[in-house]
């Protein structure tokens, strides 16, 4: 995002200060600039770029500004503005000066990265993208995981919760069976290296109403960060079941375990919650599965 600021006089590149420029809108929206780089050629036109914060600032207020040129204008807040390159500084209207034009936002958002949360049995993602979406209209339907780029292992999401608002980061809650389910793939959703999202076109609409471009799966967005799980699990309940000769325990834990890890000969069982005076452990040679 830029602005074009033409002037009566070859203005001087280098004197152009950012900061001293505040974008007005309708609806009391005032915007002081924060920064923004200056094209290094001196001349009638010169273009300020504007910040990430800032553009992102007027994308989420398209209704009060930088839609049309009746809801643009701009303001001098000091003559330090600029100046040409005879040094005179730039004249201070005291009345915003409205826009000429405004060209309308075209260019599709992009997911820049994701980090993925897991606590206990729950998994959220926070999703970051180039400029300002709105949240709503994000299908979570179609958000889909792998393992790799290109990898025939994909997991799409059933449904998820959405944070609703303009904003260029996004927070997503997965549902809790597609926590599980998703937890239960190892290395899937284990390292940023084994964690990738792919996402369809139009899967999200930038606050200009631009959908987003296709995430393939042979160019899916890897993960920056996955805050592990600190929370351990919890044996929820049992069942032993002595038929045919055989005794099997069906054991209900509070999330996904690695069943590799399981330690049979750590497993008692007693005649009593409080005080048992019969009990047996398991041998180490009791098998386990899923």
Known sequence: GSLFLTFSSVIKSASVTPTAITIIGNYSFSLPLSGGQVNSTNGIVIQLILTNSDLNTIKRNLASVGSSANNTYLLFTSSAAASDVYNNPVIVFGSPIKASSVVPDIAPPRLLFFNLLTVGNGLSFVLYFSETVNSSTLNT????????????????????????????????????ADAQNI??????????????MVLPAGGILDASGVAISAIPSSN?????????????PSLRSFTLDMTAGAGTFILTFSQPINSTSFNASKLTIQNDMYAPNASYTLTSSASFGL
Do not use: C, E, H, R
Request: proline letters at 10%.
């Open 183 to 196: 937890l239960a793939m190892p290395p899937l959703g284990q390292l940023p290296s084994t964690t990738f």
């Open 141 to 176: 339907s179609a958000i889909s995981l792998q393992p790799n780029q290109n990898s025939s292992l994909l997991y799409t999401l059933t449904t998820a919760t959405v944070m609703p608002g303009l904003s260029d980061v996004v927070s997503v809650t997965a549902t809790a």
């Open 220 to 232: 899916s967005v890897q993960a920056l960060n996955i805050t592990a799980n600190f929370i351990p």
